[in-house]
């Protein structure tokens, strides 16, 4: 069965290309040339993955990536002209699980696609433990759930990850490239700070006071450490 994906963006060229060459291996491409168009198809539709432009003509991408996760967990992928770093940073903390500047290899954009779709579906088989708890904090990894006291935390399957990883390794100081590596096989590039929005993201889910981190603790200059034990009252 194919994967299916819901592309928006207003170029019509750049989609038709990407709706080819994806088809091709595999992927069924819907094409949205508008954000409202784009939101619509994804209410009523069953996609596996969107691919969401920055530049839109009626919304930008950031506000589409903010409602859309507001309400799914489906994986997106960001794509802009802009290579700002400032954007995929926001991108990123407003729930993106990918970035991509154009112009782009179609190849990449396959490859980064795939790679999401892994994150979202990889079954929790790294340890035989299916939830793991930590106080009041417990990682179910046959759901894919994050639950705090009980009440679960909304996290994108890429944030997900990180903290299955973090968690597997307790007590042990992990490098951004180890991490970046565990959940995205590959190695981290020079300057790029996604895995520490990402972190930022999961302690504002996790933690008491997440400018003052009790579970996931920075080490600086090295990387960042999940810790056993708290102090009292912290999570």
């Given at each position: 069965m194919s994967d299916r994906a819901l592309l928006i963006d207003d170029d019509t060229r750049l989609a038709e290309m990407v709706a080819d060459y994806l088809g091709e291996r595999g992927v069924d491409v819907t094409c949205r040339f508008d954000a409202g168009a784009g939101l619509a198809a994804l209410a009523a539709g069953d996609f596996d993955?969107?691919?969401?432009?920055?530049m839109l003509p009626d919304l930008d991408g950031f506000e589409v990536c903010r409602r859309i996760r507001a309400e799914r967990d489906v994986p997106i992928v960001m794509l802009t002209a802009r290579g700002d770093d400032t954007d995929r940073?926001?991108?990123?903390?407003?729930?993106a699980d990918d970035y991509l500047p154009k112009p782009f290899n179609p190849r990449e954009l396959l490859a980064r696609l795939r790679a999401v779709l892994r994150r979202s579906r990889t079954a929790p088989t790294l340890t035989s433990r299916r939830v793991l708890r930590f106080g009041r904090?417990?990682?179910d990894r046959g759901a894919r759930v994050v639950r705090l006291g009980g009440e679960e935390r909304r996290l994108t399957a890429h944030q997900f990850e990180l903290l299955d990883v973090l968690a597997q390794h307790a007590g042990e100081v992990m490098t951004r490239d180890q991490l970046m590596r565990a959940v995205r096989a590959q190695p981290l590039e020079a300057f790029d700070r996604s895995i520490?929005?990402?972190v930022s993201r999961i302690r504002a889910a996790i933690e008491d006071d997440p400018a003052d981190p009790r579970r996931i603790v920075t080490v600086r200059g090295v990387g960042y450490v999940f810790t056993l034990q708290p102090a009292p009252g912290e999570r």
């Open positions: 993955v969107v691919l969401l432009d920055v940073i926001v991108g990123l903390e407003l729930g904090l417990e990682i520490d929005v990402h």
